[in-house]
Structures are given as structure tokens and as C-alpha cells.
């Protein structure tokens, strides 16, 4: 086992320089054991980290409960607002809440009101998690967060019930080949509608901008140029995140329920549909988060110019948000 290294204050245990270090930092961050800890086990992280920054930290603690700290902190309390984010919205609590949702999406012979139902419910809850989870170092009004959310719902069903409507009108098609494109159809419409639920959730970044910091956390100034580079970076990781979650199950589905005890046990195919979802959730999250780091740096010169003018330092950092 490897030594743990030493405490620092608001910084990551690990190297966010790297891919394998942004994974195991996220793979925290995602850890659902944080959706049980107490109000008072919270209080008491908040607590030590403070005493940590004062210089009055008890005798005997630990790098490792600094670190355990500061991890119960970060998954429950946003960074720039200070508040507790609400359990089923927290990045810990996207795979235990959102598993359900997948199961739904990826369940064959859907009609059109199960596609509305399950579309509408899985951008609902991206919607939350976006806002909950978006950079709040500007203000936004909650007229923005409703406009967003109408957008994504609304791109997401339309898409998916235009592509089950071309499926269907799609004689050609033997029923065999058919159902197998039916559980294709969900990712789409699923990956075009995260894009739109990213941008327009958190479109109040682009026309307000984020705050960037120099390397002793003190707000340069706010930037438009940092808070696109913000929503891209995330729109990349909304669309890489579904490829495992909806294109593996349906592949793996297909060869199941070939099996067998498939064949003959039909009652666990929709057990082993949901443990197979579970799975490709748990492996596409951490992979698709950790492809930028939470607290992005950006040059000076890309900014603009009156912030250049008010930092000598080169590069300064944002909040990307999750």
C-alpha cells in the first residue's frame, strides 16, 4: 500500500496532471459510501479542516483523515456556494440514482410513451445534477435553470421518438434486426440532449462569465473565455459518458439472452439487465469525468485583456464544474 502523501489544503491527493491521477481523484469523488455520512461526521470534517487552516489541529490526526475530510467535504458541500448539495444531485449519487433511469432507457419493445417517460425522466435528472453541480461563482436566475431544463427535456424526446418513428417506418428491417436498433436508438438521442442540457443548464456562465483565480486562490476577475472552455470541456465528458452505458448493455443483452437459463428463467433477464448497467455506469463515469480536471488552468493571453492586466501570473485557474 502505498504512502499517503502529505495534506494539502484544498488540493487533490492526487496528480491531476495525469489521466490515471484524475481517475482515482474522481473515483472519490463518485464514491457513494459519502451519500451516508451524517450531518454530524460532516460538521466534524468541516471542523478539523478549519482547525487544519487555523493551526490548531489536535495531537495525533493523520494525513489519511485530513484527506478523508476534505473528501466527505467536497462531495457534499458545492465549492462556490458553501451549501449542502441535495443527495440524489451529488456526483456520488449519480450512479445510485441514475442506474434506474439507464435500466429504463435500455428496456426493449418501448413505445412511444415509455420513450417520452424515460427520456424525459433521465434529462430531468441531469438537469438537477448540472445545475447542482455547475460553476455558482456568478449568480444565476432560477428563470435560467427552467429554460435549460424545457430545452434539454424537449431535444432529448424529440429526438428519440423521431428515430423510434424512423425504425419503425423501416420495412425493411427483419424483427430480429429491429429490436436489436431499438436498443441502439436511446444513445443519440441520450448524447445529443447532454450537449443541450450542458449548455443550456449552464448558460448563464457564458453571458456572466467565472471567476478565475491566481495561485493563492485570490478572483482576478471574471471570464467569458474561461466559462467556454468550462462548458466544452464538460460537453466532451457528457458525450463520451453514455457510450459505455448504452452502447455496451444492449451488445452484452443481445448475447445473454442467448444463453440458456435466459431462455428458460425469463424473469432474470430484466436482474441481469440491471446488474450489466450498473456495471458500464460504474466504469463510464470516472473515465468520462477524469478526461479534464476540475480545477482547469488557462493562460493568461487567452483571456481577456483587463484580466491580463490585473495578475502578473501566467497561467490562472476556474472552476469547471462536474
Excluded at 148 to 159: E, M, P, Q, R
Excluded at 208 to 214: F, R
Amino acid at each position: 500500500m502505498s504512502e499517503c502523501p502529505r495534506f494539502q489544503h484544498g488540493k487533490p491527493r492526487f496528480d491531476q496532471n495525469t489521466f490515471s491521477g484524475r481517475v482515482r481523484h474522481f473515483l472519490d469523488v463518485i464514491d457513494p459510501s459519502t451519500l451516508f455520512v451524517t450531518e454530524k461526521r460532516l460538521q466534524e470534517s468541516v471542523k478539523l479542516l478549519e482547525r487544519f487552516k487555523q493551526g490548531t489541529l489536535p495531537a495525533g490526526v493523520t494525513d489519511a483523515q485530513l484527506w478523508q475530510a476534505q473528501k466527505i467535504k467536497q462531495a457534499i458541500i458545492h465549492p462556490d456556494t458553501g451549501e449542502k448539495i441535495f443527495m440524489p444531485f451529488r456526483m456520488s449519487g449519480f450512479i445510485p440514482f441514475g442506474t434506474p433511469v439507464v435500466v429504463g432507457l435500455l428496456l426493449p419493445n418501448q413505445t412511444l410513451a415509455s420513450t417520452i417517460f424515460w427520456q424525459w425522466l433521465n434529462q430531468s435528472h441531469n438537469a438537477c445534477v448540472n445545475y447542482s453541480n455547475r460553476n455558482a461563482s456568478q449568480p444565476a436566475p432560477v428563470s435560467k435553470f427552467v429554460q435549460g431544463y424545457l430545452g434539454a427535456v424537449t431535444s432529448a424526446v424529440s429526438i428519440a421518438v423521431g428515430l423510434n418513428v424512423l425504425i419503425q417506418r423501416a420495412g425493411r428491417l427483419s424483427p430480429s434486426r429491429r429490436l436489436l436498433v431499438q436498443r441502439f436508438i436511446p444513445f443519440p438521442a441520450v448524447a445529443s440532449a447532454n450537449v443541450c442540457n450542458v449548455v443550456l443548464m449552464r448558460h448563464s456562465e457564458l453571458s456572466e462569465g467565472v471567476s478565475v483565480l491566481d495561485g493563492d486562490g485570490n478572483v482576478v476577475g471574471t471570464s467569458k473565455v474561461a466559462a467556454r472552455h468550462a462548458l466544452l470541456e464538460t460537453a466532451v465528458t457528457r458525450v463520451v459518458l453514455p457510450v459505455p452505458i448504452l452502447v455496451l448493455p444492449p451488445i452484452i443483452m443481445a448475447a445473454l439472452e442467448k444463453l440458456p437459463v435466459l431462455q428458460r428463467q425469463r424473469r432474470l433477464v430484466l436482474p441481469v439487465h440491471s446488474l450489466v448497467c450498473l456495471a458500464a455506469f460504474g466504469l463510464a463515469l470516472p473515465l468520462a469525468i477524469s478526461l479534464f480536471p476540475q480545477v482547469s488552468q488557462i493562460d493568461v493571453n487567452l483571456l481577456e485583456p483587463e484580466i491580463a492586466a490585473a495578475t502578473d501570473c501566467k497561467t490562472v485557474t476556474y472552476n469547471k464544474g462536474l
